[in-house]
């Protein structure tokens, strides 16, 4: 064993409470149950595993778009394997959340790599949605196309849109028309490959800057040969090529970026494909959390002004409860115990359990998905696109992941993969139960996946991005037992889009979850910033019954904003010197 191997092992063991390291990692004994994994005496009873209400209405809403890889070419490159992503945000801001969906790209047989248009679907009061990509200004088809990133860069209240992938990342200034135009990319022209970006701000000026997740140095100049025999040709294993570094663009206010990638203190070895940025010590900035491919996964605790430091391994995040680099792709925080600190979720590769790390505090965690029953769901899912929220509104966190392999000719799992919906219960996660012929109980080659309340019911709806096939919209259709808030918070001091702001829920009989918005998340995907807050349980469970909500803005501010119980979204603007009537809102209020 390694010496990093032996040094998590080390880690885990004081975690957990060992007296020695007198075993390997993987005899390191689980946690007890605590009372805050629970939720404290009054915690629901374990569930029996439930159906999955979700209903897949793509093609009736209007809503039509594919990704394309290039795969058809047979040229097998390690590009076709990352698909690409989706993000649901109100974009010419009339109530209504609008879809944006990347196009990939194609290859040719001499080797020459184009792209093809994002589609973008503006909303028609949540009923029916109509192709704007061409109105709107995004229809460039410069780009070999992965993620998008949205972000509030320039404080203006309308929503900007990254697009990253293989070559410039695109960048589209939001004008408050209806329309975008192109902007100078946050990268300058540096073309190195590009996968999932998030936007927040790291060193506290108010301004959004953008961190951008590279991955692998790959060509046609570096475009080795792999596959199963010397006769069948397969796409090659991110081990066979080298990282790119990632890069930190600081924000300068006027529309501009500065690249602070040397002086934030970056690796240069990871092979990034998620990022997550949010709070994750709890002491008021904004740290990065990356998913890496076959290395160790970084945490960079940010000391205020825009400094990372790389904690990894250190903060038990770097790798799995084997002490082993996973093949890591989607990611998102949840406080699945509802014990008040953020948790990560990360997804991975096939023969790998997915990733879930509890906090501990203090900018510690714990890999617990053997404790949780994250390994019950078995290790030949390879897990892309997620997103942790209660989307049955039962006051426990749920997990939805997309699924899709990334080699043509897998020996071990299956090439199309059936999406997970994960329950948790209270004492552990179980996977739901999909009803016959729905989309949840088909296999999909599943990538990029975005939540968000498209229809302005209460509830978080899905879209899932796949690999030359159809993006899946799916209506949430959860028997609403417990009763919905959306929390949409609005910066005046700090960042408009409020990236870092924690959210407390005050009152009711059970402690509810710590939420944050946060900027990234998922894999190359958006989704909807606005916080969903549970009112109350289901029948017979504990009712969290909220009074109040207290928001922790990235400026330091605290403000509480009274309930009165029949709300059903609501915004609220940040008090503070700069005047909230640029929000359209009275300063410290709620609407």
Request: one cysteine or more; proline letters at 6%; a negative charge.
């Amino acid at each position: 064993m390694n010496r990093c191997r032996w040094g998590m092992a080390i880690i885990l063991l004081l975690l957990a409470g060992s007296p020695g390291c007198t075993r390997p990692p993987a005899a390191v004994p689980l946690p007890p149950a605590r009372d805050a994994d629970r939720g404290g005496a009054t915690a629901n009873e374990p569930r029996a595993g439930g159906g999955i209400d979700f209903v897949e209405r793509a093609a009736e809403l209007g809503i039509a778009a594919t990704y394309r890889n290039g795969g058809e070419s047979d040229h097998c490159t390690i590009l076709e394997s990352l698909g690409g992503g989706v993000g649901w945000f109100d974009f010419d801001r009339d109530g209504w959340l609008d879809l944006v969906a990347t196009g990939g790209g194609g290859i040719t047989a001499e080797e020459t790599i184009h792209g093809r248009p994002c589609t973008l679907f503006r909303s028609e009061n949540g009923k029916t949605f109509h192709p704007a990509a061409a109105e709107a200004g995004i229809a460039s088809a410069t780009l070999y196309s992965h993620g998008v990133a949205v972000g509030d860069h320039d404080n203006d209240g309308f929503q900007d849109l990254l697009v990253t992938g293989y070559g410039v990342p695109q960048f589209w200034r939001n004008m408050g028309d209806g329309t975008f135009v192109v902007a100078p990319s946050p990268a300058g022209e540096d073309a190195r490959w590009s996968s999932s970006a998030g936007w927040a701000d790291l060193n506290g000026d108010g301004v959004l800057d953008l961190y951008l997740a590279r991955y692998v140095n790959w060509s046609f100049d570096n475009h080795p040969r792999c596959g199963p025999s010397a006769t069948v040709r397969d796409i090659c294993p991110p081990r066979s090529f080298e990282g790119l570094p990632d890069m930190v663009c600081l924000g300068n206010g006027d529309g501009t970026f500065t690249d602070a990638s040397a002086a934030a203190g970056l690796r240069s070895d990871g092979k990034g494909l998620g990022v997550l940025l949010a709070d994750l010590d709890v002491d008021g900035d904004v740290d990065v959390y990356v998913a890496n491919d076959t290395t160790d996964n970084f945490l960079y605790v940010n000391d205020g002004h825009g400094h990372l430091a790389e904690n990894g391994l250190v903060s038990g995040t770097a790798l799995d409860d084997q002490g082993v680099p996973n093949g890591s792709m989607g990611i998102d925080l949840c406080d699945f115990n509802r014990d008040g600190l953020p948790d990560v979720w990360v997804t991975n590769f096939e023969r790998e359990w997915f990733a879930l790390y509890r906090n501990e505090g203090r900018g510690y965690f714990l890999h617990v998905s053997r404790r949780y029953g994250i390994t019950d769901i078995g290790g030949l899912f390879v897990g892309f696109g997620t997103a942790c929220d209660d989307f049955d509104a039962d006051g426990w966190v749920d997990i939805v992941v997309s699924d899709g392999h990334v080699i043509k000719y897998p020996d071990a799992s299956p090439l199309l993969q059936e999406p997970l919906f994960l329950r948790f219960d209270g004492d552990r996660f179980r996977r739901g139960q999909p009803q016959p012929g729905s989309y949840f109980a088909k296999p999909h080659m599943g990538r990029g996946l975005a939540s968000g309340d498209y229809d302005g019911d209460g509830d978080l709806d899905l879209a899932i991005s796949h690999v030359e096939a159809p993006v899946a919209v799916l209506e949430n259709r959860f028997p609403q037992a417990g009763r919905s808030i959306l929390v949409q918070l609005v910066g005046t001091v700090s960042n408009r889009d409020a990236v870092g702001a924690r959210l407390e829920v005050i009152g009711g009989e059970a402690p509810s979850p710590a939420l944050q918005v946060t900027g990234g998340g998922s894999y190359l995907s958006h989704s909807d910033r606005r916080l969903h807050v549970v009112r109350s349980g289901p029948a017979g469970a504990a009712a969290l019954v909220p009074q109040r909500l207290r928001v922790r803005w990235p400026s330091g501010v605290v403000q509480e904003v009274e309930l009165t119980g029949a709300e059903r979204e609501i915004r609220v603007v940040e008090a503070g010197a700069v005047p909230a009537e640029a929000a359209g809102t009275p300063a410290g209020g709620a609407t």
